[in-house]
Structure formats: C-alpha cells, structure tokens
C-alpha cells in the first residue's frame, strides 16, 4: 500500500527495464534520472531488468536469471526474444513480494510484460504507466532489423498497437510522440500524458571556476585535441540512423573553410569502425572519437566543446541529449525535425534531414556566429533547461500521472497541441508547465 506523509503519496513503484540497466546511453540515463528524482520526493523505486548491466549505487536492481552476463546490444536484437520470457517471471515474482501501487513500464517489451504481470496480481488496481520512448516498429526499421517494406513489418506494427492501448496511461517525451500515438495508433488522448526528457541542471553545467576550466583544459590535452581548434562535440550512440556517417561527411565538407574546427565524438558502440571512416576520409587528424564516456564524467567532456550538434535522423525516438546540450549553454546543431524544434525553438541550427552538405552549412553558420552572440544563445539555452527541464519539476509531473491512473481520473487534460513551454515563452505567451 502506499504511505501518505502529511498530504502526500509515497508509492512503491515496480519498474521494468528490458534492457541491459545500466549502460551509458540515453534511454539507461532517462531511467536513472527518473528514479533519483522520484527518490527524491520519498518514492519506493525497484528496478526489473536483464542480467546483465551495471549496477548503481542506492538503486534497487533486480536481475531476471538466465540471461547471461553480456550486455545486450543497443536497439533491437534477437536476444532480447530469449531474456524477455526470464525478464516476465522475475517481474512477475519481484510484483508478488513488494506489491507494487504503480507498474512503470519502459520500452513496448516492458509494457506488455507489466500488463501480463497485472493481470495475475491479486485483485487489486495496479495502474500499468507506459514511459514511451519511440515506436517499436521504427526503431526496428532504424536499427534495420527489419524492413518497412518487409513482410514482418505489419504484424510488428499491430502488436506495437495492441500494446499502446494496454496501458492505462503512457507518458510521451516528445508532443510529436504524443500526436503518433494519438492519430497512428489510435490511442485515448485522455491517457497520453507528454513530460518532456530532464536534465540534472546542477551535474550539468558550463564550468564557471578557474579551477573547473583548468579541468576542462587538461582533458582537453589528454585527448590529444590541438590548442587553438574550436571544439564541436557530439554524445550519444555512434549509428547510421543517429546520423554518425552523416557527421563525419559534413565534417569533411566543413573543414577546408574551416581549418581550425576540430570533432570530438563521444559513445559507442562501433568506435573503431567510425575511427576507421575519419581516416578514410581523410580527416582523422580533426577527429576525435573518444569510445564510450561514463554517465558521471559526461559534463566535464561536453565542456571541452563550443558548439554541439545533434545529428538523430529517427523522427521517432526522444532526443534526450539535447537538454544536456542546453543545460551546458551549447548552441546546438541538429537536423530539422519535429523533436528537436520542441527542444530548441528557434533557438536551433537545423540542417535539411538526412543532408550532409546542409548539416556542415549549419556547422558554418554556427561557427561563423558573432562570439558573443552565439555565447548569449548558449546562455539562453541554459535558463530554458533551468526553468522547464529539471527532473525536480518532472518527478512530480510523472507523480500526478499516478495519481491519475490510480484513481481513474482523466477527465482535465493539457492539451496535445498546447506550445511547449521554449516557444510560448518566445511568443509572448503564458508559460504553463502543468499537466
């Protein structure tokens, strides 16, 4: 049962994770953040996820057996068909000993595996909350682990359906997600709650003392990166679809006007083959590409940079690093999709989706920004992500969706196609960063 504390719920919250929790990736960094914060405000967190993975501390992971010791690889992947079943029982068993009052579902595998495990709890109302992070179908399109023209396609796309009307409500990171579910998928608007992807303001954070710059400065040397290069960083998943080939294309195109830019590419996997490409495009001796960075060490290597870009061509998924770009006051560059304009605002550098030569035009523009024009942009980014995405103000926008979905009340929703905050704000409109 849940405790309530003078007027407030602390509920026990059982979520499922069918993932290698934790790796140092988006989606792994979402669920992170949302557990501390909900931490934070007194909430009882118990994680489910593979056996794989690393553990973190004051975090209560629990390891479905029989599922090897081997992280699984990012995106799709035919394992997961194997852990999956092993990851159902042990959620089902962690549900019957801590009688969860809230399910909180990542990925469409943890969707159905958390309406499974309801329905042989003992009668009582579990709400199951879907944490949608991009359709099911496209991220397979995108990791081409299937094709859009194939013949698994529909049968992928209905079970995708099924399972976004399971839940009894789904929060979306992005309007445009909450739009897809409304309008493709045909799910009640009434259970689709949009809670945009946070950031910890306070880790990430331009450095400001003299000692946090000399920091910045020694990292900067021990990555080899020349004195005198303006630094352009990137973070996040090296992979065709989140634009890594395009990026070193457009660094190709940008750097003989741009002699003194230099990349710093930072993540994995695949950091020997994208090594590989700068070479062979000859611009390896502008390139870093640093591998996988821990989660806690993130800020201190985006600090090193001057402007960043996010090249993610799905119009499907979250864009999460973005807010770490802002919290970090950097002007950012990214392809022109919906997503990244609710992030950004025209605040943004937007390249043509799916063009290099657009994307080093942007570069270009960026670069050849008035200094202390594009610092005062930085800047602005920065009170965006302070005023509307700190976890704080999101753990308790994600606590009101349980409460919701406890007691069955839909019925006042914000509306879909209310501005997001960034803009109204730019509009001269009422800001309102209620649900």
Known sequence: MSKAVGNKKHYKILMVAPTS?????????????EVWALQALGHRITIVTYGSGNDVPGVDIRRAAFTGHREVSIGSSKRKMLYDPMLFLSTLRTAWLM???????HLH????????????????????IFDYQGSLSGEM?????IRANGSFYKPFRALEQVIDRMADAIISSSHNAAAQLRTEHHVNPARIFTI???????????????????QVVALRHELGIPDGRRVIVYLGKL?????????LEA??????????????????????????LATYLGIGDHVTISGRIPYDQAPDYLAIGEIAVAPKLSTTEGAGKIANYMAMALPTVCFDTPTSREFLGDLGYYAVRGSAASLSACLSEALNTDPASLHDRGLTLRRHATAERSWSAIARNIVSVYDQARSGNFA????????????????????????
Request: aromatic share 8%.
């Open 21 to 33: 929790f934790f790796a140092h990736y988006g989606a792994h960094v979402r669920i992170l953040e």
């Open 99 to 105: 009688r969860p009052d809230i399910i909180h579902a």
């Open 109 to 128: 595998e943890g969707a159905l595996i958390g309406r499974l495990t309801r329905s042989l709890l003992p009668k009582r109302h579990v709400p199951v």
């Open 141 to 145: 399109v995108d990791h081409r682990f």
């Open 196 to 214: 945009a992807d946070g950031v910890d303001i306070q880790r990430f954070a331009p450095p400001v003392t003299a000692e946090a710059q000399a």
């Open 239 to 247: 992979a065709p679809y989140q634009g890594t080939d395009l990026l």
């Open 251 to 276: 660094a190709k195109l940008l750097l003989p006007n741009h002699p003194d830019t230099h990349f710093l590419i930072m993540g994995y996997p695949a950091a020997d083959d994208y090594r590989n």
């Open 412 to 435: 006042v929703r914000r509306s879909l196609t209310q501005p997001q905050p960034i803009l109204a704000e730019m509009k001269g409109e009422t800001k309102d960063v209620s649900l």
